[in-house]
């Protein structure tokens, strides 16, 4: 069985400042890994997509994330945060039938 | 290309009634999964299609089905409605073989509120 559990459900950051939202997962295979974004009242749009060509991945608007399969870990960040960060993020792991998405976290950005 | 677009955009219904939610893939996609999110909640996966057919469904009572036509418009029909229904209800599409767990396209959600 997959679990995705993401560490944080709040991160503050000022605008300027790096981004860190952490990830694990929990897979019996190497799973593909998603982080997607969820702006207020909108639907979730892919930011960046694992599957093994290489650890690091590179996303849009600035985001990437790394891949560590000793820490099961996929953590996302960006080295400045911008005031339009500000959203919903949820990793998700995916393989099979189904994609699962972790509880979320909410990126707030202070000016 | 058009993306992933859903309807109606809100929902209020009462308990004991039923629902039909829609959703247009993008141009070209031939799987469709839809999924429940909960307030302050991650999205939960209810069932997929593939060609018409279900593919695959998560831990959701009978009560919610779901069609696939051959256009791969889709939509999700709930039974019943419970409070615990009320929800924001996402499609997301994508291509490629029964099974495969290609990138998917969600649309803006369908937001039901039960009362």
């Known amino acids: 069985a997959q679990s995705v559990t993401q560490l944080d459900s709040h991160v503050s950051v000022s605008e300027g400042t790096p981004v860190l939202l952490r990830c694990n997962y929990s897979s019996s295979y190497s799973p593909s890994l998603f982080w997607y974004v969820q702006h207020p009242n909108k639907g979730l749009q892919l930011l960046l997509k694992?599957?093994?060509?290489?650890?690091l991945v590179k996303g849009i608007n600035g985001f990437e994330a790394e891949f560590k399969k000793s820490e099961t870990s996929f953590h996302l960040t960006k080295p400045s945060a911008h005031m339009s960060d500000a959203a919903e993020y949820f990793c998700?792991?995916?393989?099979?039938?189904?994609?699962?998405f972790g509880a979320g976290t909410r990126l707030f950005v202070k000016a | 290309e058009t993306g992933v677009t859903q309807s109606p955009t809100h929902l209020i219904k009462t308990r004991g009634q039923q629902v039909t939610l829609r959703c247009s893939s993008q141009s070209g996609h031939n799987t469709v999964s839809w999924y429940q999110q909960a307030l302050g909640q991650g999205p939960q996966f209810i069932f997929q299609y593939y060609r018409e057919e279900e593919n695959g469904r998560g831990n959701f009572p009978p009560r919610f089905s779901g069609l696939q036509f051959p256009n791969y418009s889709s939509e999700l029909n709930v039974n019943a409605l419970e409070l615990d229904d009320s929800a924001l209800y996402l499609c997301?599409?994508?291509?490629?073989?029964?099974?495969?767990?290609?990138?998917?396209?969600f649309g803006p959600g369908t937001r039901l509120l039960v009362l």
């Open positions: 998700a792991a995916g393989g099979g039938f189904k994609t699962i």
């Open positions: 997301a599409s994508s291509f490629g073989l029964a099974g495969s767990q290609e990138t998917q396209y």
């Open positions: 694992y599957t093994s060509a290489a650890t």
